[in-house]
């Protein structure tokens, strides 16, 4: 499996935009690190944008995921409507152990979505992070129940003892390949015809 950021001449059959979103201190750096990294440490919280690639082969398919992981504080959000444009995949992320990191959700980050993603087919997953925890905020039932209501994948994880990382990305690039739109979209085939369709020809350029 690849892992970081060195893309180099590596080929791969799709390419997705994913974002994470959610509160800040519901552990998304975490869950990001976890991911594309065997080290875990303690993260100090992101300050406006990150990002993060990684290359993996599920199903068959080379995949890039280029990761956007956000600050959590809330004035942040008219900053980045960028950050939300043409975005396939979004991880709507929640500390279990905190209520108000699941109620705001629905209040601050669904709202949010709505707002700035500019792709109707867009595939989002709700996670539950720190299941590591013992005690707990919002049960099973009303992550699921949830996502149920907004049409998301749902999964619980840790990050902290990898639990279910790999499976919130898998399960999410899996669906990602599902939707034909995304697929598409998504495709280095498709887009290195259309930049072959799109390279300038001699003369269209202004001289100096």
């Not at 950050?83 to 108000?100: N, P, S, W």
């Not at 898998?170 to 390949?177: G, H, Q």
């Amino acid at each position: 499996m690849g892992s970081g950021s060195k893309v180099g001449n590596i080929n791969f059959d799709y390419s997705f935009k994913v974002l994470l979103i959610g509160d800040s201190g519901v552990g998304k750096s975490s869950l990001l690190l976890s991911f594309i990294s065997k080290y875990l440490q303690d993260l100090s919280p992101t300050i406006g944008v990150d990002f993060k690639i990684k290359l993996f082969t599920i199903g068959g398919k080379r995949v890039k995921l280029t990761i956007w992981d956000t600050a959590g504080q809330e004035r942040f959000g008219t900053v980045i409507s960028s950050y939300y444009r043409g975005a396939h995949g979004i991880i709507l992320v929640y500390d279990v152990t905190k209520r108000e990191s699941f109620t705001n959700l629905v209040g601050i980050w669904a709202r949010e979505v709505e707002l700035y993603s500019t792709n109707p087919d867009c595939v989002k997953i709700l996670v539950g992070n720190k299941v590591d925890k013992s005690e707990r905020a919002v049960t099973k039932e009303e992550g699921m129940a949830l996502a149920q209501e907004h049409r998301c994948l749902f999964l619980e994880c840790s990050a902290k003892t990898r639990e279910n990382v790999q499976q919130c990305f898998n399960d999410l690039t899996l669906k990602m390949l599902e939707v034909p739109s995304l697929r598409e979209n998504g495709s280095s085939i498709v887009k290195r015809q259309k930049q072959i369709r799109e390279k300038p020809r001699s003369g269209d350029c202004c001289s100096q």
